[in-house]
């Protein structure tokens, strides 16, 4: 199942998320199966060190390219215009692609910019606004932008932001952030969907969990479906890949959704917050 960006360019509805997998082997072999098992959407990024590792799993897979959706970030060491082209081909050559589908500038105000991050981001967008003219990205995104970084960027460029991707899981609800997205036609996307697997032995989430007859990973992801926020589990564990995917044949009811929200007003965030993270 697809969802459309502002583009009209069609997203896979869930991807697979491949950061801390930075074993040569491991990522090949994971990817290899996320692939085999029918995931069309790979999560990656400069930073994770893993592009090559990527790049030949999805040669092995012999997957037209047509049918796969590959997401891969700009690293917050880059600043400049040409760094950032350099910096995109560089992720290209490692994914041994022709194209990325969607390229994101991984956090909004890098430790080393913080005085000046308005002006980077401004800067390293209109690179990737080049790249998409080039028909290098089909298209451009941001990640771990609330909403005050997303009106000052909007203001200065003139391709509109497509996808923001942001920590959602049931324990962490940007409201501000969501609805500023939705209003703007921003597709979102969920990392840690699981929480980085902190929520899945909470009583309340293994409880929906017996009801449907499902796990507690398969509840949170399809928490972030229901919720039209594309998540991006990560897993290194075949069967967890496998079952990961299988929240096509159920939905939650609004009660049990409303109970899973709640949860994130006794919980928060469990990653960085992008003013004051320490890189
Ligand atoms: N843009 C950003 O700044 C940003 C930040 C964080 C993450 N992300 C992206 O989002 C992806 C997902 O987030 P994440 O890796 O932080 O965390 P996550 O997907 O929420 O959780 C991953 C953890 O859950 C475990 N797990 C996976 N499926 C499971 C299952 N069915 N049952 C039990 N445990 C399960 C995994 O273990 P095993 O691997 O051992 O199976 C791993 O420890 C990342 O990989 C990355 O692509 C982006």
């Known amino acids: 199942m697809d969802l459309q960006l502002n583009n009209g360019v069609n997203i896979p509805c869930i991807g697979f998320g491949t950061w801390k997998i930075d074993d040569y082997d491991t990522a090949v072999e994971s990817v290899k199966a996320a692939i085999s098992y029918g ?3 790979i999560d990656t990024a400069s930073s994770y060190g893993n592009e090559c590792a990527i790049g030949e799993a999805i040669k092995q897979s012999h997957i037209s390219r047509d049918e796969l959706f590959v997401t891969t970030k700009l690293w917050n060491t880059v600043s400049h215009y040409q760094e950032a082209i350099d910096a995109f081909y560089e992720s290209l050559n490692k ?7 969607l390229y994101l500038i991984h956090w909004p105000a890098p430790k080393d ?27 451009i995104g941001v990640s771990n932008f609330v909403k005050h970084h997303l009106e000052e960027l909007s203001q200065e460029i003139e391709i509109p932001i497509m996808v ?39 009583p ?15 509840i949170c992801i399809r928490y972030a479906i229901d919720n039209e926020i594309i998540p991006i589990p990560k897993s290194v564990t075949n069967e967890r890949i496998k079952s990961n995917l299988e929240v096509f044949d159920f939905q939650l009811a609004k009660e049990d959704t409303e109970r899973i929200r ?8 469990i990653g960085s917050y992008p003013d004051t993270a320490n890189f």
């Open 39 to 41: 995931y069309r959407h």
């Open 95 to 101: 994914l041994q692609l022709e194209y990325i589908d």
């Open 113 to 139: 910019y913080r005085d000046n991050y308005q002006k980077r981001n401004i800067e390293v967008y209109q690179a990737m606004e080049y790249l998409y003219k080039e028909g290098k990205i089909k298209a």
């Open 164 to 202: 923001n991707q942001i920590e959602f899981h049931p324990y962490y609800y940007d409201e501000e952030t969501i609805s500023y997205c939705r209003q703007n036609n921003i597709v979102l996307e969920a990392y840690s969907p699981l929480g980085r697997s902190q929520v899945l032995n909470d």
């Open 204 to 218: 309340i989430i293994q409880k929906i969990a017996e009801k449907y007859r499902k796990t507690p990973a398969q």
């Open 262 to 269: 709640n949860l994130s007003h006794t919980h928060g965030k």
